[in-house]
């Protein structure tokens, strides 16, 4: 698996929701834009457990997606008959690329039946919404931006003084980036820089959003890759954020 980004938001409540379901060993789909933190997510989501197959497609592209779906549907029951067989947990990241295929896509149903007969966890991440013929084998849950509790924790990991880790503060930080992670990562970051210096040049900085010029051209090249209409709308609201 990837490492977990630090510091890492909180993110309470959507954590909380897929404990649940990992409780019940029903699969989960984190559905959401690029970059909004799904894989950081699902990292969160099966810490403490012993085996974790990791399946990223895009670290993979130009191999069927299919047949990469097998061979870690394989690794992931490895030993499963062991008397003490270990918790289990199987997680596939960059799932849109996998559901162009109406092949993979059948594969994927009758796995995850299999996986949830052997007490495994099994969850996507995915910037498209599942297809129908998924979507009665998981559960869906959206991936918005960061809440104020979130926010609160990363300013305070960053060493923000408490005179700026506040109500009003904080929703400013909300409403300049949309909650977005990337966003948010970049303004804090950009702040650091500034030594949490907040006058005439800073508040000029943060409401031109000049903060994440850096990120302008990676987010539109991503986006542009991406054959979706809600690609198409975050990179709408990226340029809205980034232009001066």
């Not at 305070?156 to 990562?185: I, M």
């Not at 900085?205 to 302008?216: H, M, P, T």
């Not at 979706?228 to 980034?242: D, F, H, I, N, P």
Request: glycine share 6%.
């Amino acid at each position: 698996p990837p490492s977990l980004v630090t510091p890492t938001a909180p993110r309470s409540d959507l954590c909380s929701k897929i404990a649940s379901y990992r409780e019940t060993k029903n699969a989960v789909a984190l559905v959401g834009d690029i970059a909004c933190g799904k894989s950081q997510l699902a990292l969160l989501a099966v810490a403490g457990i012993d085996k974790i197959t990791w399946l990223a497609f895009r670290a993979n592209e130009g191999i069927d997606p299919s047949a990469l779906l097998d061979a870690a549907f394989q690794k992931c029951l490895e030993g499963s008959s062991e008397s003490e067989s270990p918790s289990r947990a199987l997680v596939i990241d960059d799932l849109e690329i996998g559901l162009k295929s109406r092949k993979f896509v059948d594969r994927l149903s009758l796995v995850a039946r299999a996986l949830r007969t052997q007490r495994v966890f099994l969850s996507v991440c995915s910037t498209r919404r599942l297809p129908s013929a998924l979507q009665d084998q998981f559960a869906t849950i959206s991936i918005e931006g960061y809440r104020d509790d979130d926010i609160q924790a990363l300013l305070e990991a960053k060493g923000a003084p408490s005179r700026l880790n506040n109500d009003r503060f904080r929703a400013l930080v909300s409403s300049v980036t949309g909650g977005h992670p990337l966003l948010v990562g970049s303004l804090l970051q950009f702040l650091v820089q500034r030594a949490w210096r907040i006058d005439d040049a800073g508040i000029d900085a943060l409401f031109s959003r000049a903060f994440a010029n850096d990120i302008r051209e990676e987010m539109q090249a991503r986006l542009l890759a991406q054959e979706q209409s809600g690609a198409k709308e975050l990179l709408y609201r990226v340029s809205l954020a980034t232009r001066p």
